[in-house]
Nanobody, 120 residues
Framework: QVQLVESGGGSVQAGGSLRLSCAAS?????MGWFRQSAGEEREGVAS???????TYADSVKGRFTISRDNAKNIVYLQLNSLKPEDTAIYYC?????????????????WGLGTQVTVSS
């Protein structure tokens, strides 16, 4: 069992930045971030394997950066050049296996989410 707690959400203007953090109760081989905006399905944002190998959704490539601190069991998501369409609840996810594609079915453990709001 891996428990996940997100932090760092908030409200920013378009073009601004935020850094999300997710503290895990124990290390997981694959950790990722998903988001869900109102009326939309949850979508994968980025994932990172224990080795540091990363995967990104096309919509955030070049703007978001995922990283992890294996010693502290923390995964980060740096959000830069934010757009109003990035507004969503951001969820941390983890799985004990290798990272597959950015689909929520590939992640067993989930946090409760943190709200990110970007105004124009």
């Amino acid at each position: 069992q891996v428990q996940l707690v997100e932090s760092g959400g908030g409200s920013v203007q378009a073009g601004g930045s935020l850094r999300l953090s997710c503290a895990a109760s124990s290390n997981a081989f694959c950790m990722g971030w998903f988001r869900q905006s109102a009326g939309e399905e949850r979508e994968g944002v980025a994932s990172v394997q224990y080795s540091g190998t990363t995967t990104y959704a096309d919509s955030v490539k070049g703007r978001f950066t995922i990283s992890r601190d294996n010693a502290k069991n923390i995964v980060y998501l740096q959000l830069n050049s934010l757009k109003p369409e990035d507004t969503a609840i951001y969820y941390c996810a983890a799985d004990l296996g290798r990272c597959g594609s950015l689909l929520d079915v590939n992640f067993r453990y989930w946090g409760l989410g943190t709200q990110v709001t970007v105004s124009s």
